[in-house]
């Protein structure tokens, strides 16, 4: 069975966080089609939120986390770890 490391954690938690971060997102819905990159935007409440980015200019750090532990992406990141070997 395949194993994850912690290298390959790393990689893929940069990755999702480049996706995911910024006023103009990759996860961002497109305001033409209104579809998203990302698999888990339909479950996700990031967008019916005031924007992001200005919000955690105007938060505390531990409101900016607690909101963001929200999105479904932050809830699967929690689940991986050097462990982990496949995702159910």
Wanted: net charge negative.
């Amino acid at each position: 069975m395949a194993r994850v490391y912690e290298d390959e954690i790393l990689l893929l938690w940069r990755a999702l966080v480049r996706f995911r971060s910024g006023g103009k997102a990759a996860c961002a819905p497109d305001p033409r089609t209104g579809g998203s990159a990302c698999p888990l935007s339909g479950a996700c409440p990031r967008w019916a939120e005031p924007d992001d980015e200005q919000l955690s200019f105007e938060e505390t750090v531990e409101q900016t986390e607690t909101r963001r532990s929200a999105w479904p992406c932050s809830r699967l990141l929690e689940l991986l770890g050097p462990d982990t070997t496949r995702i159910n």
